[in-house]
């Protein structure tokens, strides 16, 4: 689909929050190295960006990260993620146009990048909210196969098709130094430094 109002995204979301957890599948293992990657450390300021009901919270909290911020523009998911972590900074509103009084040392985008209607738009923004020498990293919990699969069915409405990691990796080289482009098995994931 080549375009979808945020109205549609918001009510697709709300509509799932209340079960969204219970249908969650983690696997640990490409969790962790997708947040190794990301450079998810102690002592980092982290923002979430369409965090959900807090999937990867708990381990932002397990490596140390000194705050964690997030923001999902369905408030059914803001309001799940805030009650079950009320250590964390959780915003309801669109990361595009929040008025972010502060940059952070890692942004990350998980399991959400394909609900963004305009690709180069969002990598802007986020660059925007990433300090310099910080990293912004785009990943999904499958490969690029299964996305592009997964969201050509109930989510097609508000989805628009994944880029391949190296599409991905030339939209961010404007203001990233690119050094994850890829897609295997078990994730994909993309990756860069601010300049």
């Not at 799932?16 to 293992?29: I, L, P, Q, S, T």
């Not at 990301?38 to 982290?46: H, K, Y």
Request: proline fraction near 4%; include cysteine; charged fraction near 25%.
């Amino acid at each position: 689909m080549d375009s979808f109002d945020i109205e549609s995204v918001i009510e697709f979301f709300n509509s799932r929050a209340a079960a969204w957890d219970e249908k969650m599948v983690r696997n640990e293992e490409a969790i962790s190295a997708i947040l190794d990657v990301a450079g998810i450390r102690a002592g980092i300021d982290v923002l979430d960006v369409a965090c959900g009901t807090g999937v990867l919270f708990p381990d932002y909290f397990s490596r140390g990260v000194a705050s964690l911020t997030a923001i999902d523009v369905a408030p059914q998911m803001a309001r799940r993620a805030q009650e079950k972590f009320p250590q964390a900074d959780v915003i309801c509103g669109n990361v595009e146009t929040w008025p972010f009084e502060r940059k952070f040392d890692a942004v990350v985008v998980y399991n959400a990048f394909p609900h963004f209607p305009d690709f180069q738009r969002i990598i802007r923004e986020l660059a925007s909210l990433t300090k310099p020498g910080g990293r912004l990293t785009v990943a999904h919990g499958m490969s690029l196969e299964r996305l592009r699969a997964h969201h050509a069915g109930a989510a097609s409405k508000i989805s628009r098709e994944m880029l391949a990691p190296e599409e991905l990796a030339a939209l961010m080289r404007r203001y990233f130094i690119v050094d994850t482009a890829v897609s295997d098995d078990e994730k994909y994931v993309v990756s860069g430094v601010r300049v």
